[in-house]
């Protein structure tokens, strides 16, 4: 599914994201991350296998919930929710998470630590299958 502009352009401003994933019983864990975009997919990092890894290489579903920048007429926030199938790769976290940092942290800041820079760690990659909330990319789904 391609990713409209007014998708684009949020991500390009660097809001955090809530990303969604389902522990073992059903239940839902949340974490926050930094997200980016490699192609049409959405794309976060993780120096290691913690518990969002493991739930995502055994369910792939999940959700990215992100609040927007504008304001509805009723003067309430916009926000994105990006309903999709996650897969890892493992490798490059370091690169994608210095990448990244330039977005959420400054032009300047090096990311992460030189202490675990050197670990593989995880990507992972979301493929959008619905997008949801209110905001300019709900006339787009």
Request: a neutral charge; hydrophobic letters at 40%.
């Amino acid at each position: 599914m391609a990713i409209p502009d007014s998708i684009r352009t949020l991500i390009a401003t660097g809001p955090l994201a809530h990303l969604t994933t389902l522990n073992p019983d059903g239940s839902p864990q949340v974490t926050v991350v930094w997200v980016g975009l490699q192609d049409d997919e959405f794309v976060c990092a993780h120096m290691g296998a913690y518990q969002k890894v493991h739930n995502m290489r055994r369910d792939p579903r999940v959700a990215l919930s992100l609040l927007g920048r504008g304001q509805t007429a009723l003067g309430l926030h916009e926000y994105l929710v990006v309903y999709g199938e996650a897969y890892l790769t493992e490798g490059g976290a370091a690169d994608l998470l210095q990448r990244l940092a330039h977005v959420y942290l400054g032009p300047t800041v090096e990311f992460p630590p030189a202490a675990v820079r050197q670990q593989p760690g995880f990507i992972t990659h979301i493929a959008p299958r619905r997008f949801a909330g209110v905001g300019p990319w709900t006339t787009a789904s």
